[in-house]
């Protein structure tokens, strides 16, 4: 992760950089260790920060113009790596009212990867 918190000039981090390390963190961490900090909450200020920092680090996705979710979607699709991804996102993460998880065909364990592989991507999920 170090390359999302190392800035190349004075206001700016390397943001392909970035996004690589974060997918190879996800990609080779097991789930077990990973969704811990995804999904389980701190219990105090310290731990939230750090595991604020190691999800989704500023160099991540702060831009100086806010780019809406369409674009992000439309940038996502010019990419392999995102588009792929965020496929496996869509089918994986369907709402379903009818299941006991709420996921469609009740893949909760897909879906969870699919989220996590998000990460990463232009796409990455920004909700801490």
């Not at 950089?17 to 097991?30: E, G, N, S, W």
């Not at 190691?54 to 996705?61: D, E, L």
């Amino acid at each position: 992760i170090t390359p999302c918190t190392t800035s190349v000039s004075n206001d700016v981090c390397n943001r392909r950089k970035c996004h690589k390390a974060l997918r190879q963190f996800f990609d080779k961490v097991p789930a077990k260790h990973s969704y811990g900090m995804l999904f389980c909450s701190c219990r105090d200020i310290a731990c939230t920060e750090r595991r604020r920092q190691t999800i989704v680090p500023v160099c991540s996705y702060e831009e100086r113009e806010k780019p809406n979710c369409l674009n992000l979607q439309d940038s996502c699709k010019t990419n392999y790596i995102c588009r792929s991804r965020l496929a496996d996102f869509f089918t994986n993460c369907q709402p379903e009212s009818r299941s006991v998880s709420s996921c469609l065909k009740e893949n909760y364990a897909d879906c969870l990867l699919a989220y996590s592989g998000l990460i990463g991507t232009v796409m990455t999920p920004n909700y801490i």
